[in-house]
């Protein structure tokens, strides 16, 4: 057994602290599933501007976040709160993992398939909810519905399976995301604008003009190693590189075992869609190819 | 022609700005400074029927928005 350790702390995210607390702790423990883990215990990491808001707030969002811990099977072993103008939460996470069978986002073989576990469209939805955009209450529930959610069963099947890749879907991105591995590996990747899932009205939403600058920060950071090919709607490829907040997992399964990986999630209530393939190393200008 | 300027405001800022103007028939000018700005508020015109022409200043973009080749 080894020990893995992570933290990862948020900015508010809507306007439901309960919720957002949820959020941060299923986004901290994410990592370790990443991994192939098993989160064991993990502790808060709080700032919060106690002399303005009601402690109330604070008191939910702490909640909120013990509610993921237990529902993890992980122990909240303490923390450290500081008085703050700004609203932050987040947690560092003590895992252990079978150190012969870590997933790391350098495993990629040529044939993998990649599956993700999460809908994109985090990022969309919190720029419509800030923009008090018709339709943003929906926006709301549907955001907290996906990041609230833990990728405990997603990291059951990677462990399960002893997969050798896999990453968690954060603020780069699935395209940054993607490219992190296909470079880590040597490898390229192909992502399938038309198989990429998005959470409801997110594409209505980005249509309208709500897409966050961090998406396009993205876009922009890949775009040396990025071919779009011809015909690619250009909503959505942009989409693949929508920053997201506690995103699904991105399992990389040999081929063979592809159907295997989407019946164990399915078995396990949880959703998987393929939404790409790895090739062998093509010019660096194609490591992450959009088609 | 009324000109909107959104530069040095994030995102969702100049959309939330020109959107209550997409409703009309008037030519607007829209000056951003920042590709997301560009993109978002050019994306949230086309979806209404508008033709949207960049032109390329010092330091930003004026977004010339036309309806049905008005001017």
Known sequence: MALVQTVDVLSPLGNNPRLFGRTAAANALSDVYAMGGTPWSAMNIVSYPASSLPLDVLVEILNGGTEALTQAGTVLAGGHTLEDEQIKYGLAVTGIVDPAHIASNTGLLPGDVLILTKPLGTGVLATAIKAGWPGAEEAEDELYRWSTRLNANAGRVLRDMALRAATDVTGFGLGGHALEMAKGSAVSIELDSTAIPFMASVEDFAADGLIPAGTYANRRHCACHTMVLNGVDSLRSTLVFDAQTSGGLLLAVPAARSEEALERLRALDEPGWIVGRVQALREPAEQLIIA | ?71
């Open chain 2, 1 to 71: 022609m009324q000109t909107i300027d959104t530069r040095g405001l994030s995102c969702p800022q100049p959309v939330l700005m020109v959107h209550p103007h997409l409703g009309d028939d008037d030519a607007l000018d829209v000056l951003v400074d920042s590709e997301a700005s560009q993109e978002n508020v050019s994306r949230a015109a086309i979806k209404r029927g508008w033709t949207v022409t960049p032109c390329q200043c010092e330091g930003y973009v004026r977004l010339e928005l036309r309806k049905n080749g008005a001017r």
